[in-house]
């Protein structure tokens, strides 16, 4: 998929620029508010959820945990580097229900109603990211109708 828009292409950057460290301890409350802010939500097995703007998995991760063995969890985001990270800790947790792809938020390539739950893990409601993640785009892909 080509991403051409400007702050999308800044983003990848930064965020490819970021992933060597992405993991460090003095970053690891991406994962400890990912997983906390999981064992919040109502998530079952069997169900299909998007985590959008995933980066390595802090929320995704834990969701797939949730809703194995028959749920699955497509996590998207902008960074290629990002992702391999974390496709490889899901592999390495011998998780097999989590895909870990490149998307742009603001096209994802998914019709209406594939998936149950869309998270947004961390994304913060001040950030420009937050404005164009809107609860539209959330609705329109997490029907609330599918059971
Ligand atoms: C505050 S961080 C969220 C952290 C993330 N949930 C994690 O666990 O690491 C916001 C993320 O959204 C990503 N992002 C921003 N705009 C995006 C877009 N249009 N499509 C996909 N991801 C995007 C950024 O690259 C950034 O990694």
């Keep these: 998929m080509a991403i051409s828009s400007r702050p999308q292409v800044e983003l990848e950057k930064t965020y490819n620029a970021a992933a060597d460290h992405y993991d460090h301890p003095a970053v690891s409350f991406w994962d400890r508010y990912g997983r ?6 109502p998530l079952s097995a069997s169900m299909a959820v998007l985590d959008v703007c995933c980066g390595m998995g802090a929320s995704a991760i834990p969701a797939a945990e949730r809703v194995a063995p028959t749920g699955h969890v497509i996590a998207v985001h902008l960074a290629e580097k990002l992702l391999d990270k974390g496709s490889r800790r899901a592999t390495e947790q011998g998780l097999t229900n989590i895909e870990f792809r490149r998307a742009d938020l603001e096209s994802l390539p998914f019709p209406d ?11 913060l409601p001040s950030s420009q990211i937050a404005g164009r993640l809107s609860t539209d785009i959330a609705n329109s892909i997490a029907s609330k109708r599918r059971p």
């Design 113 to 123: 109603r594939t998936f149950r739950k869309a998270l947004r893990g961390l994304v």
């Design 36 to 41: 906390r802010t999981v064992d919040r939500l």
